[in-house]
């Protein structure tokens, strides 16, 4: 090949060796500090003649990138700063990745298909909204093109809690609250992060025959998709809409990327448990485009003046026993409790924070702990028995005991009370586990 082709056919910065591989020709490559070398060979010989050529000729240690799918680490001569990689497979692993794009470009192209001439779309999250289902719903309207008339995002209930208030708050996303008889007036229905059966053991007739479905929790029957794409191993249904994203060439603003940040980062526990590598490469491109400023105003509420005051009051009566840091703050807003519950985990020597309040007729609280420990959301299962509602994940929890049965159980419900109290239930709770099954702990800490 002339050599004027060759070089238009190699990409910028690269220069091919002239000649045969003699030190005079590494020499003509005029290598500097910087620069490394990579040959592509399955000949052993050709790999350690060219290594010699190059420690002979170019700066002391150039690194140097051997291409090969035969050799092995005892083909290769020993060399401080060289590494053996396939070529194929590396090509391979490129264009695999491509196909996937391809795949996630072609159910975008599916679903457009499917709803476009459609007037109006519901997309439909699950009852009381979370952050993956939000976020899926804005993802698909952007992919949609279309706006909060033309494809509202419904639910068959408020979103409620404070956290995923604030989500919408801060994204101005609105969430409509409709009921059966409202979706007679959608003529395309779209599922995202949920599937028809959670509406009923029977699905509804309006939900057995729908539009879209895109979903990362387990496959039910009972119900017919034109487009249905179910990925259960995704740690969340934001990771497979930021593939589609992605595969379709879709410019991200900062509020989508957050929206799908949070999406991920809240049903993966912060790429915890069940986090699949597609979450931790959708999270890291979401990283790149999403906003710091607007993520810290959806997970750090700001707290009203009354909330940091019963703070105040709490912290002068608190004390870390036992490895619990419990804080009682009075009648508060509910989204301050969790804050004040993260907050209360960096005390000196807390192992668990408890945070509780009064709101309305009811005694809510949240719990963080360190995350060696007994799981959040058993304790706190625990402790509310036969008393209220509570659950949660590992390291955060949440109760909530109407004051009219705690009143019941423990005679009163002043602060003094509930503080007692709640100490009393939370170190019997953690306690009792580890008496139960010492071996427990070490397992979690493993
Ligand atoms: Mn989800």
């Given at each position: 090949?002339?050599?004027?082709?060759?070089s238009r056919a190699r990409p910028a910065g690269f220069r091919a060796l002239p000649g045969g591989l003699a030190a005079e020709a590494i020499e003509k490559l005029n290598a500097k500090e910087g620069d490394g070398f990579a040959f592509v060979s399955e000949d052993p010989s050709f790999v350690?003649?060219?290594?010699?050529?190059?420690s002979s000729a170019a700066p002391a240690d150039s690194p140097i990138l051997v291409l090969s799918d035969r050799l092995g680490a005892d083909d290769v001569p020993e060399h401080p700063c060289l590494r053996l990689t396939g070529l194929r497979t590396l090509i391979r692993d490129d264009v695999d990745a491509e196909f996937e794009h391809l795949h996630n470009l072609q159910t975008v192209v599916a679903v457009r298909d499917v709803l476009e001439g459609r007037q109006r779309i519901a997309i439909l999250l699950q009852p009381d909204p979370d952050p993956d289902g939000i976020a899926c719903g804005y993802a698909l309207r952007a992919l949609l093109g279309r706006n909060r008339t033309t494809?509202?995002?419904?639910a068959f209930g408020d979103v409620t809690r404070p956290e995923n208030r604030a989500m919408i708050g801060a994204l101005g996303i609105d969430v409509r609250k409709v009921s059966l008889?409202?979706?007679e007036e959608f003529d395309g229905v779209a599922l995202v992060d949920v599937q028809p059966t959670v509406f009923g053991d029977v699905v509804p007739a309006r939900l057995r025959r729908i539009e879209v479905v895109v979903d990362h929790h387990p496959e039910r029957s009972g119900y017919d998709a034109l487009v249905k794409d179910i990925r259960t191993s995704y740690g969340a249904t934001s990771t497979i809409f930021t593939e589609y994203m992605r595969a379709s060439g879709f410019e991200l603003h900062a509020k989508l990327a957050t929206a799908l940040l949070y999406g991920i980062k809240t049903d993966t526990q912060l790429l915890g448990r069940e986090t699949s590598a597609r979450d931790i490469d959708a999270f890291a491109y979401l990283h790149g485009n999403h906003s710091?400023?607007?993520?810290?105003r959806i997970e750090r509420p700001a707290l009203p003046q009354e909330g940091l005051r019963a703070l105040g009051?709490?912290?002068?009566?608190?004390?870390v026993e036992d490895g619990v840091h419990l804080l009682v703050l009075g009648r508060v807003r509910e989204d301050v409790i969790p804050q004040v519950a993260d907050l209360a985990?960096?005390?000196?020597?807390?192992?668990?924070?408890?945070a509780a309040g009064i709101v309305g007729r009811d005694l809510v609280f949240s719990v963080r702990n360190v995350g060696h420990v007994r799981?959040?959301?058993e304790v706190v299962r625990e402790v509310v028995e036969g008393l209220g509602v509570g659950g949660g994940h590992r390291s955060m929890a949440k109760g909530i005991i109407p004051l009219r049965a705690f009143r019941k159980t423990y005679g009163g419900a002043r602060t003094e009370k509930i503080r007692a109290a709640l100490r009393a239930a939370f170190v019997a709770a953690i306690r009792r586990e580890e008496i139960l099954r010492p071996e427990a702990r070490k397992e979690d800490s493993a």
């Open positions: 090949m002339p050599l004027d082709d060759e350690r003649a060219a290594v010699a050529a190059v494809a509202p995002l419904v008889a409202d979706l710091p400023a607007l993520l810290r009051r709490a912290l002068a009566r608190s004390s985990l960096q005390a000196e020597g807390a192992e668990w924070a408890v799981a959040a959301g």
